[in-house]
């Protein structure tokens, strides 16, 4: 049988009998099912910046240090973690079904491009027959 390909762009190639990524080759063969996921964010280093910013809060009520200065250093920490939440945002996959289990197989922060890839991969499927 020939080799058809369903998608190919940006160092990712989807066949009817192989699915590359980058540096990874998936044989289509062995692959059950597709589907998309979500990868959340990390949000740790935001909690430990508002953590500070209210540890810092608290000390300038209960005046340890000098006045003013725990209180901007606190708004400032709490504020970079803010914005450090803000921007961390959800990364989406491409989960693949094979015998061997589950495999996020593509990583992006575009959704766009995950579906373009699912799709191929669901026609490259169908086309096994």
């Known amino acids: 049988m020939e080799e058809t390909v369903f998608f190919n762009f940006n160092g990712i190639i989807v066949s009817n009998s192989r699915f590359i ?72 996959s491409v989960i693949l079904n094979t015998s061997a289990g589950e495999h996020h197989a593509l990583i992006s922060d575009k959704k766009q491009d995950i579906e373009h890839v699912l799709q191929a991969l669901n026609q490259a499927i169908v086309s096994r027959g």
């Open 21 to 92: 990524v980058r540096s990874q080759t998936y044989a289509m063969q062995s692959v059950t099912s597709v589907k998309p996921g979500i990868v959340k964010p990390s949000r740790g280093v935001a909690m430990v910046f508002m953590l500070i910013g209210v540890l810092l809060l608290i000390a300038e009520l209960l005046e340890l240090f000098d006045k003013g200065v725990l209180l901007v250093a606190g708004v400032v920490a709490i504020l970079i973690g803010l914005i450090a939440w803000y921007l961390e945002k959800p990364r989406y």
